[in-house]
């Protein structure tokens, strides 16, 4: 019995030297949630327990049920069919099905909606071991990121109708952005939303590439506001696979064939608003595209407290360097610049280049102005709390 994390020493070893005691601690908020689930960690230490648990589950199942079923499902690949379903390769149905079975469909989503609430370095570790053994799989297992869009934005009801299907497999999902003439440059979008008489948004429009667009909860970037050409008009909107949704085409790929990318035509598609209009891609598609670059930017808080991660919009950087120039002489104000690009703190000339490498790599958010925690236990518990206070 093969077993893709236990075989694997690069993420077993740094899993366990991360100190994860701190955000199980907040992600548990002080394991409150023991009370209520019987499945929810007591301490720190059982919380941690569970996380490698998880990650263990996940690559026993990629060795030994997954992983020999993926040379099949990519030569299987996905059909088109003529009312413009999707049949998916058989492997591919039985991992879906698994994944949901064992809650790993929901890493990061909390205990209510029927997640395990983990913290994204479990749902890391899982997406590297899914991708080892079949790199389809691992487009639609990674898309989980939908439903944590959904928890963060949508309302309360909208979260309580989707999210739990989507964390137990009986339905997948996709972001849905690339159009024809809109790639790489997404504020171009032109398929549009509008209100119809009855309050239902309707929305129309052609999308291109969109992976796993034959899912049943579609995230679609939309223009709903025609006097806007740019990102400012483009809200997301939550489509329900219907007889609205079309799936034109499957693209022929060289590779990675149990994964469908699909091209799609919706027809007055009735859809759902997800969070302010006009927020579609300034906030919630590049919060969605860029929370691991995030992650090295914010602080642990901010990473695992839903409340706090919700309002940590300011970016943390490190100490800059301030370039001034003198505005007397040319030839003085080149050099005064030169002298005065360098960082304000530098270090010792007695340390190594390799000490000063790896001293640009710790945390950021120590030594920088605190971000807007909202939560007052987080408040006070963070490092910039007995800095304000002195």
């Given amino acids: 019995m093969g077993n893709f994390y236990r075989d694997n020493k690069d993420i077993e070893n740094v899993i366990d030297l991360l100190d994860l005691s701190e955000v199980a601690t907040l992600l548990e908020e002080d394991f409150k949630f023991a009370k209520e689930y019987d499945f929810a960690p007591k301490d720190a230490a059982d919380a941690i327990d569970n996380y490698k648990r998880a990650i263990d589950l996940c690559g026993d199942i990629m ?12 030569l299987v690949g996905n059909t088109l069919n003529e009312d413009g379903s999707v049949t998916r390769a058989p492997g591919m149905k039985l991992a879906i099905e698994l994944f949901g079975k064992t809650g790993l469909m929901g ?15 479990v749902l890391t570790a899982c997406n590297d071991i899914v991708s080892r053994g079949d790199a389809g799989l691992m487009n639609l297992f990674g898309l989980q990121g939908i439903a944590e869009t959904i928890n963060w934005f949508a309302d309360e009801e909208i979260k309580k109708e989707y999210v739990p299907r989507l964390v137990t497999g009986e339905w997948t999902g996709a972001m849905v952005l690339t159009e024809p003439d809109a790639g790489s440059d997404l504020q171009s979008v032109k398929t549009s939303a509008y209100l119809d008489k009855d309050g239902v948004w309707r929305v129309n429009g052609v999308k291109r590439f969109i992976t796993n667009g034959c899912g049943e909860v579609l995230l679609v970037l939309a223009r709903t506001e025609p006097e ?7 809200s997301c909107l939550l489509v329900e696979k219907g007889p609205w949704v079309k799936v034109r085409r499957l693209e022929n790929k060289l590779g990675i064939h149990g994964s469908p990318t699909c091209e799609m035509v919706f027809t007055e598609a009735p859809a759902k608003l997800i969070g302010l209009r006009k927020r579609g891609l300034i906030t919630y598609v590049r919060r969605e595209s860029s ?3 995030r992650s090295t930017r914010s602080p642990p808080c901010a990473n695992s407290c839903r409340l706090c991660r919700s309002s940590s919009r300011r970016r943390v950087s490190s100490p800059t360097t301030r370039r001034r120039t003198s505005t007397s002489k040319r030839g003085s104000a080149r050099s005064s610049s030169r002298l005065r690009e360098r960082p304000r703190h530098r270090p010792s000339a007695r340390v190594s280049r390799s000490t000063r490498r790896s001293t640009r790599c710790l945390p950021r958010w120590r030594s920088t102005t605190a971000p807007n925690f909202r939560c007052a236990t987080h408040r006070a518990r963070s490092p910039f709390s007995a800095a304000r206070a002195s």
């Fill in 63 to 74: 060795a030994n049920r997954i992983a020999p079923l993926a040379e099949e499902t990519d």
């Fill in 107 to 121: 890493v990061t989503i909390p205990y209510y909606l029927g997640g395990l609430n983990m913290p994204c370095t």
């Fill in 228 to 234: 806007f050409s740019d990102g400012r008009g483009l």
């Fill in 291 to 293: 929370s691991v670059s």
